[in-house]
């Protein structure tokens, strides 16, 4: 059988070569060595990266960076404003909340859940619309029909409304979130990986390990799915960035992570009751989200433009 | 081209069925309506009474079956929670919706279509560059918090438009800008990708060795064929926000139809979420499938196919 590696990107190399601007082709090397190559002068990935690296980190070591317990209420010291603000204190870099609790450490701690759920929800999201999506090309027939009902069904669906049914029925808790929206967030990796698997069923290598004897199944998993591995990849980025925001906005609107944890979307429904007097409860969480699910979605762009060189969107 | 209509037709009724009766069945298996109409502490005996009289302990399928059967006749059922006909529920509602969703469409066409024509025309000029990093920006700011920081800068700090509310015109603005830039990143990407393929299209090459020039090929010829995708992905948004303006009308306080969604959620008001979906499904499934007849009627290509 071939390995990944020589069946995986002759198309992809050869249509670098047509892509012209600032691209380095790469030619000689191999397609991952070629990639990580162009990878190094693309801006957009090197901060998306840099962004997310930070952000992984603070949320690995919440526990050493936070300055104050993220639970612990000090009401004497509530709504301080942002140590450089007139009123504010060193000691509270961010301010506090209106129960006393340190901003700074919040946010830090914030870090862990929306890191979390984007990462669940994507890769749910991902095994959800991949097997569907290999299903459907790979088959094709009843099976094919039968998910492109499914497909348009999803579509027509407003999904804030069934993700805050669902929790509501369920109850909320961040396994819960995890898997409602990474249930309803698996569209685009089946159409992907549909078309991708309906591409690749007629290509020759997949002919190859048919006539030595390889199941269906063998050959959807092992030949099939490893040459899918960069489009699954950009939109696996690209979903961890939906399912932050969908976060975000559940816990906004009352329905997504719990009280008290320091969930960002939560923590902005908390400051909006002060936010004409302490705009800062409402500036700093949103300026946090914004800052993740922009390096995300560079992250997701910058992968796009380094590996898939089929047109920039 | 009528069958092909009667074909979409009909599929997009499936959808809708298939969807509402998925929701009704949620809320069935999940929660006890009865509990609900009842109150949370009520005698057994009296929950035990409300579900026989409600025919609450009937089966999923006939419930459902009973309550289309309303539907069709203009019959949505009664409110558990408002205690009022769900039909007159909506009908007091859907007005907000309907002014906001078509003002934030008017918002999302003038931003997004002139950043995509300007950045398809000079491709790698600043202007694409603007345009691209704008929808960069838009796709990551989270909704309800740039409504947030809206209301901070433009109302509040220099008041010039109503902090929330839905009594007049000007309380208009704000959400239909937020709203309206949600869908600008997808518009403006899609504009922009269409318009670079049409202008490197032989017959747009034809029609310049023919000594077609400028505005005259770029708005007669190439706009044209560009816009068939926007036309859709725009009917997409529109239902969206038909059916989803539930962050906009929370954020700035309006009485439309997506806040009545949420409060129904929050009461367990299965008899008004359930209208709800299923008139949200069916807007959207009546939009796209206007969208494609339209994309039908305007490209040979789609009708013959």
Not at chain 1, 14 to 34: F, H, N, R
Not at chain 1, 298 to 303: C, E
Not at chain 2, 289 to 300: E, F, K, R
Request: with cysteine; net charge neutral; hydrophobic share 55%.
């Amino acid at each position: 059988m071939m390995t990944t590696d020589t069946v995986k990107n002759p198309r992809f190399v050869a249509e670098s070569q047509t892509d012209g601007e600032q691209v380095d082709t790469g030619l000689g090397l191999s397609p991952a060595k070629a990639a990580l190559k162009r990878a190094r002068g693309h801006t957009g990935l090197k901060i998306g990266f840099g962004i997310i690296l930070l952000m992984v980190f603070l949320a690995l070591f919440a526990p050493w960076l936070a300055p104050h317990d993220p639970y612990v209420q000090n009401l004497p010291m509530r709504l301080l404003p942002p140590a450089w603000v007139d009123g504010g204190e060193w000691r509270y870099l961010l301010g506090t909340d209106h129960l006393g609790r340190d901003y700074l450490s919040r946010i830090i701690y914030g870090a862990r859940i929306s890191l979390a759920i984007g990462i669940g929800a994507a890769t749910v999201g991902a095994i959800i619309g991949v097997t569907l999506g290999l299903l459907a090309g790979y088959f094709g027939g009843w099976l094919d029909q039968a998910v492109n009902f499914l497909v348009t069904c999803q579509l027509a669906i407003p999904s804030l409304l069934l993700i805050m049914a669902l929790v509501f029925v369920i109850g909320q808790s961040i396994t819960v979130v995890i898997f409602v929206i990474g249930a309803t967030h698996w569209v685009f990796y089946l159409v992907v990986t549909r078309s991708a698997t309906l591409r690749l069923r007629e290509m020759d290598f997949v002919a190859a390990a048919r006539s030595m004897g390889c199941s269906r199944f063998q050959v959807a998993v092992r030949e099939v799915l490893p040459n899918l591995s960069n489009q699954i990849m950009v939109i696996f980025t690209l979903e961890v960035a939906i399912a932050i925001l969908s976060e975000a906005t559940l816990s906004f609107l009352g329905l997504g992570i719990p009280s008290p944890m320091p969930s960002w979307g939560l923590m902005i429904a908390e400051g909006k009751t002060s936010m004409f007097f302490q705009p800062w409860l409402v500036v700093l969480p949103g300026l946090a989200l914004f800052m993740l699910v922009i390096a995300v979605n560079l992250l997701g762009d910058g992968v796009r433009d380094v590996t898939v060189t089929d047109r920039r969107s | 081209m009528a069958s092909y209509i009667l074909r979409r037709g009909l599929l997009a009724l499936l959808v809708a069925l298939v969807v509402s009766f998925g929701t009704f069945a949620l809320f069935y298996f999940a929660t006890d309506p009865a509990q609900t109409i009842a109150g949370e502490d009520a005698p057994p005996e009296m929950v035990e009474e409300i579900r026989q009289e409600y025919g609450f302990d009937r089966p999923v399928s006939v419930q459902y079956v009973a309550w289309l059967g309303g539907v069709f006749q203009g019959d949505f059922g009664e409110s558990y929670f408002w205690k009022q006909p769900v039909g007159e529920l909506i009908r007091e509602h859907a007005g907000v919706t309907i002014i906001l969703a078509l003002s934030s469409l008017m918002v999302t066409i003038l931003i997004a279509l002139p950043l995509g024509i300007g950045a398809a025309l000079k491709p790698n000029s600043w202007v694409d560059r603007f345009a691209l990093s704008t929808a960069v920006s838009a796709q990551a700011i989270p909704n309800f918090w740039l409504g947030l920081m809206v209301i901070i800068l433009l109302a509040v700090m220099f008041p010039i438009f109503p902090v929330s509310g839905d009594a007049t015109w000007r309380h208009y603005v704000l959400p239909a800008l937020v709203l309206g830039a949600s869908s600008v990143p997808a518009v403006m990407r899609l504009t922009r990708t269409g318009l670079l393929e049409v202008l490197g299209a032989d017959y747009i090459r034809t029609a310049r060795a023919k000594g077609f020039m400028g505005y005259q090929l770029i708005f007669r010829q190439a706009l044209r064929n560009a816009l068939l995708p926007v036309v859709s992905v725009l009917a997409v948004q529109l239902g969206h926000k038909l059916g989803g303006s539930v962050v906009t009308e929370s954020v700035f306080s309006m009485n439309g139809l997506g806040r009545l969604a949420v409060e129904s959620i929050f009461n367990s008001d299965i008899p008004t979420v359930q209208s709800l979906i299923l008139i949200f499904v069916l807007t959207f499934v009546l939009l796209t499938l206007a969208a494609d007849l339209i994309n039908a009627w305007l490209d040979p290509r789609i009708r013959m196919g």
